[in-house]
């Protein structure tokens, strides 16, 4: 359910974006709503509340959580600041490319690969495996912000509906591959 509820800040984006723009009223207040910018407030918003809720309720945010409310209070100020949304293009590929990093050095620091600290309370595989599915998401991380970068830099029109929909999408199915990797190493215990 968290994941999902991780989601509500690009919805609401997205839903902003995509509207003609218009002006509403709003505490005796006129703002226009629709377009880019009046959506890059709307997801530091959403991002605020939802976030804010997650802090309130559990006393604490997952790391990928704080980095990407910081990515999005840092890339959505500077949009809005300089009114240009080139700045809110770079957050996906920079905040993909921090995880991929992430991945990268727990091979390095600590006695586990992230993906292991992870997952072991579920999955009990080889090392190598673990390696070798570690290093999986590092490439991942770098391929999903690089067609981040493309995307939003060659196909102005879509880069939204690819943030959204097919980031969800190419997470998705790499989520699959790896189960089916992963289920090749997978004991079942005999009762």
Do not use: C
């Not at 905040?95 to 993906?115: E, R, Y």
């Not at 591959?177 to 289920?183: A, E, H, N, T």
Request: hydrophobic share 60%; charged share 15%.
């Amino acid at each position: 359910m968290k994941q999902f509820i991780d989601f509500i800040p690009l919805i609401v984006f997205l839903l902003v974006y995509k509207m003609d723009p218009r002006v509403i009223s709003l505490f005796g207040n006129e703002f226009e709503l629709g377009g880019p910018f009046s959506a890059t407030m709307v997801l530091m918003l959403a991002s605020a509340v939802v976030y804010g809720g997650f802090y309130l309720k559990e006393r604490t945010l997952e790391k990928s959580q704080a980095i990407t409310l910081v990515a999005v209070m840092a890339f959505g100020g500077l949009t809005l600041a300089f009114h240009n949304e080139s700045f809110l293009k770079w957050k996906a590929p920079i905040v993909n490319w921090i995880f991929a990093g992430a991945f990268l050095a727990s091979q390095f620091v600590g006695k586990k690969p992230l993906i292991q600290r992870m997952l072991d309370h579920a999955l009990t595989l080889p090392d190598s495996v673990w390696l070798r599915m570690n290093l999986s998401w590092v490439v991942f991380f770098i391929f999903l912000g690089a067609a981040n970068l493309f995307v939003a830099f060659t196909f102005h029109s879509i880069w939204v509906d690819f943030k959204v929909f097919g980031s969800l999408i190419l997470t998705f199915l790499f989520v699959i591959i790896q189960f089916l990797f992963i289920s090749r190493h997978i004991r079942t215990e005999e009762k």
